[in-house]
């Protein structure tokens, strides 16, 4: 299935835009689509952390994604 | 009415507000961490909503390049401590409280001491150091965290810590980002920040601290709120309600090793130091004083440039890129000796 | 760097802003109407981030009522001109700027000239009237209005006016309140605001207009932004991307008969006027000084209790809610003489 | 059918609460429902004007209402 993943903070430059669309394994959990990204753009990995929120929710690594989800990557921000 | 009451007539008008809540407000004592673009305007409304005492901490001086989002001070204050500064205006602004500037920098040394006073903190840091810091000592402390964070167009806003009526504390920083590496997230230096978007998020903290204290509307717990100015599109992101983490111990601050501006210079004529700029290529091209040139991001790519027994002087605009480079170096290369030029190029050239 | 451009160097960082948006809001004319709640945050935030002409226009002196949410005042300053005061600290912010203060009240026979030499206004203004003439200014001046409205926790924003690429206009206050019965809608003395509210929405209408001049990021035209501060919730509104009103001419300004408290207090001597407070239950138990009582939105259900040919003062805090009710029986019983309090009870006893 | 509607502003005091259940006739229009709500709370009358958004969106008198919609009464707000 394809997934349509928003990006905020240093993530828009990581992925170069507001949103990528990743393809995923059916049943594919938060912990796989943090490892297709990570392959995919090895800059996220390097941030040691970062949130994926699945319909406004905090995503653990084992929930499954389906593709109605709304999907969100938001990493650390550290200005003030 | 009382002439005091008088001040606070159009909040204490508010329906679930009313004189009890003026008095809860009176009674408050509420700590500002960073008086910069989230604490200049939390603090500002602080004080005009009547906290009875509004503590603020920042080691830091008014610098020309921040003013553009930091209201409370005038290109005049320039050089000043903000603390001080910040104190002052917000004394005259409401003479009726109490105000009270911390001008020593918060490390783990100090950080239960200088929060212990206070029933909530506002954290308007700018560096991933004193937000880890504040957030382990709020909650060895027992104490909430206000916490705002900007970037850009992007701001974030919650309340970490606080008591629920189980007995269990509702999450903090740590459990949406367990560690973080410094030198690969863009300050507001580096990535600029739209200033209007530190007074939303900084107005949106004072908000959460009186309703934290008044019980009038639900805070932010539990959940974080991410703010996009562009669109004006927010969302509210549920993390659960309880911590998942388990703070024991504060982490030790790091000591960066510093060198003025004087030294430095010194130190090139002797030729016993070398320069290493880790500002943007940007900033780079416009305007330098010699010596390597990496990127933040960049500098743990290019370990291999740096001889053990050498002595490196990392430099940026402000100081704290060139900090976050020294960590770096401390941990992966402690054969060398690296220090930060102390404030930055601001410093440079008034030596 | 030029020092003006090191002031500004952490916003031209921003993605799609740069040096030559710095320069649009250095040419920018920006008028802000009413220097209250709103209008402090947001002056503020055009200030700081080299709006290069910030008008401010107001004709209202400082009160201690409403420090609580207008944080550019403090206590010393009251009785002073607010749109005077404000120029003067913002001056002091950012010496690089025009500051104009327009200290006459905004009627239908000055609104044009007033807004003439501006590119977008800032309606910050505190009372239906001017919001709508205001909106019909801008409409027929051709001039974008950022609207903002506060009433205890809620807030609203948008731009009105803004031409779309096809030469129509996007939608203004009229086609979401096409008229509005003022006696029916309590302000923020009667029913109270959060000062937090007054400076999130404040500075998200500074925002807009950083956005609109600089053309980074959409603005709120054909939208609503509605935002509740005490569940953080906000809503956008989509309202077409076209105005269906069609305004062709201003209303005329309302003429109040005002009576200042020396002419009452001689009139009460003389048995010539009567009182009539419009001041809520709660406001009268606290404090009267005598006279009929209506609370404002019950006035028009005891016209019956007006006699032609008498003259009544009526009365409020500030000289507000005593107008509404002056209009209303100007409309319903022309031949009653009815006047406003000036300055309403803060007046009475400076007297 | 029954119809949730969410109160913003002045609309709180009118309806007593952040909302209120009014019984529509399937089909009903938001004329319907504005004739319906100032029946039962007249003061909504006096505002002279007030939005009603549906799913977020401006509703004409003519747009009919269903009951999955989301509802809300938004009046004029004047404080600043």
């Not at chain 2, 809860?24 to 603090?43: E, I, M, R, T």
């Not at chain 2, 964070?149 to 189980?166: F, P, R, S, T």
């Not at chain 2, 305007?287 to 291999?304: K, S, T, W």
């Not at chain 2, 100081?319 to 170096?329: F, N, P, Q, T, Y």
């Amino acid at each position: 299935m394809e997934i349509t993943v928003l990006a905020f903070g240093i993530a828009k430059d990581i992925f170069g835009g507001a949103s990528v669309t990743v393809a995923l394994a059916d049943n594919a959990t938060t912990a796989d689509l943090k490892t297709s990204l990570e392959e995919k753009y090895p800059r996220l990995k390097h941030l040691a952390s970062y949130m994926v929120a699945v319909n406004n929710e905090y995503a653990e690594d084992g929930g499954v994604i389906t593709d109605r989800d709304e999907v969100a990557i938001i990493p650390p921000v550290s200005g003030g | 009415m009382h002439p005091d009451l008088l001040r606070y007539s159009c909040q204490v008008a508010l329906p679930g507000f009313g004189e009890a809540s003026q008095q809860l407000l009176q009674n408050a004592k509420v700590l500002v961490v960073g008086a910069g673009g989230l604490g200049c305007p939390s603090a500002q409304y602080l004080a005009a909503s009547g906290v009875g005492t509004v503590g603020i901490a920042d080691f830091d001086t008014v610098s020309i390049s921040n003013l553009h989002r930091q209201v409370l001070y005038n290109p005049s204050d320039v050089g000043q401590l903000k603390a001080e500064v910040a104190c002052e205006r917000l004394q005259k602004q409401n003479p009726g409280i109490k105000l009270v500037p911390h001008t020593a920098k918060i490390t783990s040394g100090n950080v239960m001491q200088v929060i212990e006073g206070y029933d909530i903190v506002i954290d308007g840091t700018d560096n991933f150091d004193t937000r880890y810091l504040l957030n382990d000592a709020g909650v060895l402390a027992g104490k909430p965290i206000v916490y705002g964070a900007i970037y850009q167009y992007e701001g974030q806003v919650a309340v970490w810590n606080v008591l629920n009526k189980d007995g269990t504390c509702s999450p903090n920083y740590r459990d949406l980002f367990p560690q973080v590496d410094a030198t690969q997230i863009p300050n507001c230096t580096e990535g600029g920040v739209i200033p209007t978007l530190a007074g939303i998020i900084g107005c949106m903290q004072a908000n959460e601290v009186i309703k934290y204290i008044t019980k009038a509307g639900e805070v932010l717990a539990g959940k974080v709120l991410v703010f996009d100015a562009q669109t004006m599109q927010s969302r509210i992101i549920k993390i659960g309600t309880t911590t998942k983490t388990n703070i024991t111990a504060l982490q030790k601050t790091a000591d960066i090793p510093t060198i003025t501006a004087t030294e430095a210079k010194k130190g090139l004529a002797n030729d016993t130091i070398e320069l290493v700029d880790v500002r943007t290529d940007q900033e780079r091209d416009e305007f330098d004083i010699g010596g390597m040139h990496f990127e933040l991001d960049e500098v743990e790519d290019n370990l291999d440039e740096f001889e053990a027994g050498k002595s490196y002087v990392f430099y940026c605009s402000s100081g704290k890129r060139s900090g976050e480079a020294v960590k770096l170096l401390q941990q992966r290369l402690p054969g060398v000796k690296a220090y930060s030029l102390e404030g930055g190029l601001g410093s440079w050239n008034q030596d």
